[in-house]
Each structure stands twice: as structure tokens, then as C-alpha cells.
């Protein structure tokens, strides 16, 4: 399973118990938790949706939601 980089939560203003529970699937991130992977990431907020919605049309290869964005 991937794992957010440590320092990603910290730029994103997520707590790592927060982190942790998106990264296992219990929680749904709402678009500004989204957001504020993305820039974190610096990678487009486009990208983060295309990616969570292959996850759910089930055309990814990975599991939960949450992984598409440490993808």
C-alpha cells in the first residue's frame, strides 16, 4: 500500500491521524483536503480527481480513494 511522504501531510496542514486514516480508507477527503494534497504535491487538482475517479469507475489498480492521491 502506498504511504504519503512524511512531509506531505505536514505542507498540507493535515494532521497525521487524519493522514493516516484517509491513507487506510477510512475516511473520504473532502476537496479542500484534496486541494491542499495536491499543492503539497504539486501536482495538478485535476490529476488528484482523475485519479480517485478511476478508483471509483474501477478502472484503477489500486485500492481506496485515498491512494490515488499518493499515487
Not at 11 to 29: F, N, T
Not at 32 to 39: P, Y
Request: charged share 25%; net charge negative.
Amino acid at each position: 500500500m502506498p504511504h504519503f511522504r512524511p512531509d506531505v501531510g505536514e505542507r498540507a496542514g493535515i494532521a497525521p491521524q487524519y493522514l493516516s486514516e484517509l491513507e487506510r480508507g477510512l475516511k473520504d477527503p473532502s476537496s479542500e483536503v484534496l486541494h491542499a494534497v495536491s499543492d503539497a504535491l504539486e501536482t495538478p487538482f485535476y490529476e488528484i480527481v482523475r485519479r480517485a475517479a478511476s478508483v471509483l469507475d474501477g478502472t484503477a489498480r489500486f485500492g481506496p480513494v485515498v491512494l490515488a492521491i499518493a499515487a
